[in-house]
């Protein structure tokens, strides 16, 4: 059957996809109809073909499903920040369980028995980030990028439901022409600063009650109860109420012990190898922003942590040296950008083999196709846990165990 532009169909959700859009078929065609959920039966227009599948748009909703929920933000739908509103929270943690086992199936040839825990819900599911990025407009106010607009449509908000202050920023006093306004809370006075488009830093930071430029060692993120100093447009987990809960899995997962050496690769801040300093023996922190290892190595020195050593270098650089010298890693964490790991990185893991390796993914995909090449190597995947980091939107977080036993 050959479907065109503009026409207007019938179908049931069969399936929601990673990324959120329902998933539906007429006869061999798929068919992908953002906003509905499983189940429902709804009516939806054709607006793209691909090769093997349409888009369409959501006309009517036919047959509801019970999940259904009115959306809290006026802007849902326009924006392209959120893609769950229209389901309620449980429905929605279920939804990308299902996403994961699908697609470590798919991309990572893993078969039922691999052992994925039921995810871990946000406590705040609104209210719940600690920056925004807002785009300038050309009538002067600031808003977010219209969802799928080409070329980009910039649309005034507003509020967004979803970060920590409900002002409105569209209006916002300072400007900086043509630049993204980023505005950002932390564990002291809220601020701002602004980009451009690659993510320099053009000017800032400003405090958002006087306007006036300010320090940026002021920036930091209290976790439970240890304060961490982080450069103020350097990366910070984005939300607050679940890091706790991230953390205590991955330290349970890492398991350390007093003789262990742990490597804590892509290491930001240092987070996660300070938080387990006193547990082990030795860590090592590797990360590529020179910025985020000057602010490491003052949290250690605050902390009063000696055992702890910082490098700003690339994880492929460091581990390389590692292998070269013969370094003997008992837990690895590994915590790359949603790209992954890169061949060298995983290559070095392979040669160092550490008997826990503990991968943090924001990017199920390229987690999985990492995941394939360790557990070829030698390791066995013990487990995945899912942790809900960004409710209402197609992404989350994941911490999975490898684990190599060099005797068996
Ligand atoms: C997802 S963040 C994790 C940060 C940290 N683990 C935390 O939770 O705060 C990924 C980090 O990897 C760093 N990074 C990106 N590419 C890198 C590379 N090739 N080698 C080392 N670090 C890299 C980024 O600067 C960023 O801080």
Avoid: W
């Avoid at 871990?120 to 407009?137: A, E, M, V």
């Avoid at 808003?143 to 799928?148: R, S």
């Avoid at 995947?381 to 977080?397: A, N």
């Amino acid at each position: 059957m050959k479907l065109n532009k503009e026409d207007i169909v019938e179908l049931e959700i069969t399936d929601i996809a990673f990324g959120g859009d329902g998933v539906g078929r007429i006869d061999e065609c798929v068919i992908f109809v953002p906003f509905t959920i499983t189940g429902e039966v709804v009516k939806a227009e054709i607006i793209r073909r691909k090769k093997r599948f349409y888009f369409a748009k959501l006309i009517d909703i036919i047959k509801p499903a019970d999940k259904r929920v009115e959306p809290f933000c006026k802007y849902y739908q326009s924006c392209g920040g959120c893609q769950y509103q229209h389901i309620d929270y449980t429905h929605q943690l279920r939804a990308l369980e299902k996403q994961l086992r699908d697609i470590m199936t798919r991309l990572g040839g893993f078969d039922d028995s691999l052992t994925i825990l039921p995810m871990i819900p946000s406590k705040n599911t609104t209210g719940y980030r600690n920056r925004i990025d807002l785009h300038p407009r050309d009538d002067d106010e600031y808003g977010f990028c219209a969802k799928g607009s080409r070329p980009r449509e910039i649309f005034s908000l507003e509020k967004c439901h979803l970060f920590e202050l409900q002002d409105n920023f569209s209006k916002f006093p300072l400007r900086s022409p043509g630049k993204l306004l980023v505005v950002r809370t932390h564990s002291g006075k809220p601020y701002c600063y602004f980009k451009d488009d690659h993510n320099i830093v053009c000017s800032g930071p400003y405090d958002l009650e006087t306007m006036t430029e300010i320090k940026d060692e002021s920036v930091y993120y209290e976790v439970n109860g240890k304060k961490f100093f982080s450069p103020y447009s350097g990366f910070f987990q984005v939300n607050k109420f679940i890091l706790p809960d991230l953390i205590q899995i991955i330290t349970d997962f890492a398991a350390p012990k007093k003789s262990d050496v742990l490597a804590d690769v892509y290491c930001g801040v240092g987070v996660f190898g300070l938080m387990m300093a006193d547990k082990v023996k030795q860590v090592y922190g590797v990360e590529s922003l020179k910025q985020s290892i000057v602010y490491a190595k003052r949290n250690a020195v605050e902390m009063k942590i000696d055992n702890a050593e910082f490098t700003a270098e690339t994880a492929e650089i460091y581990l390389r040296r590692f292998v070269d010298q013969s370094v003997k890693i008992d837990v690895c964490i590994v915590d790359p950008p949603r790209n992954g790991l890169t061949n060298k990185v995983v290559s070095s893991i392979k040669k160092i083999k550490p008997p826990r390796l503990v991968y943090v993914s924001c990017g199920p995909a390229t987690f999985a196709r990492d995941a394939r090449k360790f557990v070829d190597a030698g390791y066995t995947l013990e487990k995945i846990q899912p942790l809900d980091l960004f409710p209402h939107t197609k992404h989350f977080e994941l911490v999975a165990l490898f684990s190599f036993n060099e005797n068996s």
